[in-house]
T-cell receptor, first 116, second 113 residues
């Protein structure tokens, strides 16, 4: 069974600090995808990134970066120089190729508060 | 381009009442999903559909029914609402199965008293 763990329930940082959100996953598949979603206080869910299991290159998009390590089954998300607008709940999700249709197991989420 | 639209946005039901949540997508996606979000539990899959006319159970299907009569619409029904169904419900769609990101609606906040 697939499982996603986000051990940090809540994190508070002061604006301009760097912050890393942890995501650890479990899967028996060799082919799978990992995702991060953002849920701001307004409630909608926003797709941030997708990474497949064969691509371990780290990715950077502006102040956001993602570190995928298969050896530790982790897909961590770092925000550099955090801003108040980064305050949100962030979800990590796993999708397996073998689980046709019934995919996308979500972690419980990490609530990030960025204080001015 | 509206994406995924859910109606209604809010609803209050009394125990035993029924209701239908409507989800519509205009992206021609094959796959559609209903999730519920509860504090500390992330999103849990209720039912999903891999194409028009098909539906299947997800992780927490009890107390819910769904229908996908048209490709663009996915309906979630509660036949006899219970307080345990108080939650925020999200509809989502995707172009392909496991490798496509989900596109979410804005959610429906349901309270059952």
């Amino acid at each position: 069974a697939q499982k996603v763990t986000q051990a940090q329930t809540e994190i508070s940082v002061v604006e301009k600090e760097d912050v890393t959100l942890d995501c650890v996953y479990e899967t028996r598949d060799t082919t799978y995808y990992l995702f991060w979603y953002k849920q701001p206080p307004s409630g909608e869910l926003v797709f941030l990134i997708r990474r497949n299991s064969f691509d371990e290159q780290n990715e950077i998009s502006g102040r956001y970066s993602w570190n995928f390590q298969k050896s530790t089954s982790s897909f961590n998300f770092t925000i550099t120089a955090s801003q108040v607008v980064d305050s949100a709940v962030y979800f990590c999700a796993l999708s397996e190729a073998s689980d046709y249709g019934q995919n996308f197991v979500f972690g419980p989420g990490t609530r990030l508060s960025v204080l001015p | 381009n509206a994406g995924v639209t859910q109606t209604p946005k809010f609803r209050v039901l009394k125990t035993g009442q029924s209701m239908t949540l409507l989800c519509a997508q205009d992206m021609n996606h094959e796959y559609m999903y209903w999730y519920r979000q509860d504090p500390g539990m992330g999103l849990r899959l209720i039912h999903y559909s891999v194409g028009e006319g098909t539906t299947a159970k997800g992780e927490v299907p009890d107390g819910y029914n769904v229908s996908r009569l048209k490709k663009q619409n996915f309906l979630l029904g509660l036949e006899s609402a219970a307080p345990s169904q108080t939650s925020v419900y999200f509809c989502a769609s995707s172009y392909e199965s496991y490798n496509s990101p989900l596109h979410f609606g804005n959610g429906t906040r349901l309270t059952v008293t």
